[in-house]
């Protein structure tokens, strides 16, 4: 390396034009993703924790696969695998989101799972006591309580997702580290470029932090 | 084992008849059969592992047993804790006070007291306030209607969580230890919520360890020993002069100190 190497902050700014138009990307791949996956978390986290074997079995089958297999090939095979299968080519972001979704409701089951056999036993009781039937139980005692448990969990598994789409620049969908690519390129600013990529990541996932404390402090109320 | 005691008279609330509960191979529950009058209140001793909170458990099916029958108000629960709708019917008639209180932390004092009603009973949001401002009042705990559970202390909570089941208009209370868990301070105004509760005539079971207690708002006492109904009667001749020998030889540990 050129020992008169000089960090050319210039450069550095004048990526970032280009590299925002990856943002939208990374955030609809992040957050579409998320949101079908907490409807997979919570669909699969309660059958996983059914009394009937035969609806907890597939739960932990599913679980078991998507978090024990990684989120890059998890999106390959999506891409480039089902295709073969369905005979025709899948949309880069669908498959993106399809990955993100996937994966996050594996971990996400095993959130909710823990969220709701986290409340004590006795919640269940007063609530059965009361007549209320085991539906209602559920929906005015438990899951309120476990969700606000579930929150910090949450809220990591949001950032891992957020950092894991940048694996998705191997499908050519054009987020945020695919657009840093694309701009080196052309002007071989590497080191500037990463940087500034590095930073849009912080700027998004240090926001979702300070969402969620704020979340969690109002949650907290009444506790 | 005796079936003399009903201080009033009545088609019984509660029957019991040869129930038996096994927790896989230990036998929780021999034989039971009881029943209980309308505006009796039953107080249960025993030791600890005796069977005397499964007992009152399994009149509302949060525990079930295995074989004999039980009904309440006329109506049967079904071995093997069979969830049906008549069981949760049973559940409305029927209150229950814990030894944790168990109050939905989520929830502030005056809403914890009105789910029920609003969701089971489907009043409105007014005339469910109006109760539950009533029933709080009544255990003396108004002036805490908008606070959640965590801001009360152990005998305020205790006093809202009978206070919760009330709102019910349950014809039967069941008390699972309901001072076990509170510091000594705290027992005399639960105690006397409790009482009051006697003295208006509602039918009462109650697992305590409070033998003043016991003796002065019991109108039968029961005592269980390894799961059976060792000996029953009222509390005068059960406190001062019991026939069995376990019964004699519980009390002795309990009321020497």
Same mark, same amino acid.
């Given at each position: 390396?050129?020992?008169?190497?000089?960090?050319?902050?210039?450069?550095?700014?004048?990526?970032?034009?280009?590299?925002?138009?990856?943002?939208?990307?990374?955030?609809?791949?992040?957050?579409?993703?998320?949101?079908?996956?907490?409807?997979?978390?919570?669909?699969?986290?309660?059958?996983?924790?059914?009394?009937?074997?035969?609806?907890?079995?597939?739960?932990?089958?599913?679980?078991?696969?998507?978090?024990?297999?990684?989120?890059?090939?998890?999106?390959?095979?999506?891409?480039?695998?089902?295709?073969?299968?369905?005979?025709?080519?899948?949309?880069?972001?669908?498959?993106?989101?399809?990955?993100?979704?996937?994966?996050?409701?594996?971990?996400?089951?095993?959130?909710v799972r823990g969220g709701v056999q986290s409340i004590e036993r006795g919640q269940r009781e007063a609530g059965l006591?009361?007549?209320?039937?085991?539906?209602?139980?559920?929906?005015?005692?438990?899951?309120?309580?476990?969700?606000?448990?579930?929150?910090?969990?949450?809220?990591?598994?949001?950032?891992?997702?957020?950092?894991?789409?940048?694996?998705?620049?191997?499908?050519?969908?054009?987020?945020?580290?695919?657009?840093?690519?694309?701009?080196?390129?052309?002007?071989?600013?590497?080191?500037?470029?990463?940087?500034?990529?590095?930073?849009?990541?912080?700027?998004?996932?240090?926001?979702?932090?300070?969402?969620?404390?704020?979340?969690?402090?109002?949650?907290?109320?009444?506790? | 084992?005796?079936?003399?005691?009903?201080?009033?008279?009545?088609?019984?609330?509660?029957?019991?008849?040869?129930?038996?509960?096994?927790?896989?191979?230990?036998?929780?529950?021999?034989?039971?059969?009881?029943?209980?009058?309308?505006?009796?209140?039953?107080?249960?001793?025993?030791?600890?592992?005796?069977?005397?909170?499964?007992?009152?458990?399994?009149?509302?099916? !949060?525990?079930?047993?295995?074989?004999?029958?039980?009904?309440?108000?006329?109506?049967? !629960?079904?071995?093997?804790?069979?969830?049906?709708?008549?069981?949760?019917?049973?559940?409305?008639?029927?209150?229950?006070?814990?030894?944790?209180?168990?109050?939905?932390?989520?929830?502030?004092?005056?809403?914890?007291?009105?789910?029920?009603?609003?969701?089971?009973?489907?009043?409105?949001?007014?005339?469910?306030?109006?109760?539950?401002?009533?029933?709080?009042?009544?255990?003396?705990?108004?002036?805490?209607?908008?606070?959640?559970?965590?801001?009360?202390?152990?005998?305020?909570?205790?006093?809202?969580?009978?206070?919760?089941?009330?709102?019910?208009?349950?014809?039967?209370? !069941?008390?699972?230890?309901?001072t076990s868990a509170l510091d000594p301070e705290m027992i005399g105004e639960v105690l006397d919520a409790m009482r009051?509760?006697?003295?208006?005539?509602?039918?009462?079971?109650?697992?305590?360890?409070?033998?003043?207690?016991?003796?002065?708002?019991?109108?039968?006492?029961?005592?269980?020993?390894?799961?059976?109904?060792?000996?029953?009667?009222?509390?005068?001749?059960?406190?001062?002069?019991?026939?069995?020998?376990?019964?004699?030889?519980?009390?002795?540990?309990?009321?020497?100190?």
């Open positions: 390396m050129d020992v008169t190497f000089q960090f050319d902050w210039q450069a550095a700014f004048a990526s970032i034009p280009h590299l925002l138009t990856g943002i939208p990307y990374t955030l609809l791949i992040s957050f579409g993703g998320l949101a079908i996956g907490f409807i997979i978390g919570i669909v699969f986290g309660l059958l996983r924790i059914s009394p009937l074997s035969w609806l907890r079995w597939p739960a932990v089958a599913y679980i078991e696969i998507f978090r024990g297999t990684p989120v890059l090939v998890q999106v390959l095979f999506i891409f480039y695998g089902l295709p073969q299968l369905l005979g025709g080519p899948i949309n880069a972001l669908v498959a993106g989101i399809a990955a993100i979704a996937v994966n996050s409701g594996a971990y996400i089951s095993e959130i006591s009361l007549g209320l039937s085991r539906r209602q139980t559920f929906r005015y005692i438990i899951w309120p309580q476990a969700f606000r448990r579930m929150i910090p969990p949450l809220g990591n598994q949001g950032i891992i997702s957020i950092k894991d789409t940048s694996l998705f620049s191997v499908i050519g969908v054009g987020e945020l580290v695919r657009q840093g690519q694309v701009y080196i390129a052309t002007t071989f600013n590497a080191l500037e470029v990463y940087l500034m990529v590095a930073m849009l990541y912080l700027v998004i996932t240090l926001s979702l932090s300070v969402a969620l404390r704020f979340l969690e402090r109002k949650g907290l109320v009444g506790q | 084992m005796n079936q003399e005691t009903s201080t009033s008279g009545g088609e019984p609330i509660v029957r019991l008849d040869k129930v038996n509960k096994h927790f896989g191979s230990l036998h929780v529950l021999k034989d039971i059969d009881l029943e209980v009058t309308p505006g009796e209140v039953v107080v249960i001793i025993g030791a600890s592992g005796s069977g005397k909170s499964t007992l009152i458990r399994c009149i509302n099916g !949060l525990e079930e047993f295995q074989q004999g029958s039980l009904e309440v108000d006329g109506k049967p !629960l079904l071995p093997h804790g069979k969830a049906t709708k008549a069981l949760q019917k049973i559940r409305t008639e029927v209150g229950m006070v814990f030894q944790q209180f168990n109050l939905f932390p989520h929830l502030s004092v005056l809403d914890n007291v009105t789910l029920a009603p609003m969701k089971v009973r489907g009043w409105s949001r007014a005339d469910a306030t109006e109760i539950a401002e009533r029933l709080l009042e009544r255990v003396d705990i108004s002036d805490q209607a908008a606070k959640y559970p965590g801001q009360l202390s152990g005998g305020q909570q205790q006093r809202v969580a009978l206070a919760r089941a009330l709102a019910m208009e349950p014809r039967l209370m !069941l008390f699972d230890e309901p009051e509760l006697a003295n208006e005539g509602m039918t009462m079971m109650i697992v305590t360890h409070e033998m003043g207690f016991a003796r002065e708002v019991a109108d039968r006492v029961i005592y269980i020993h390894k799961g059976e109904i060792a000996e029953e009667g009222p509390p005068e001749t059960i406190f001062d002069s019991p026939r069995e020998e376990a019964t004699r030889n519980f009390l002795a540990r309990v009321l020497k100190h």
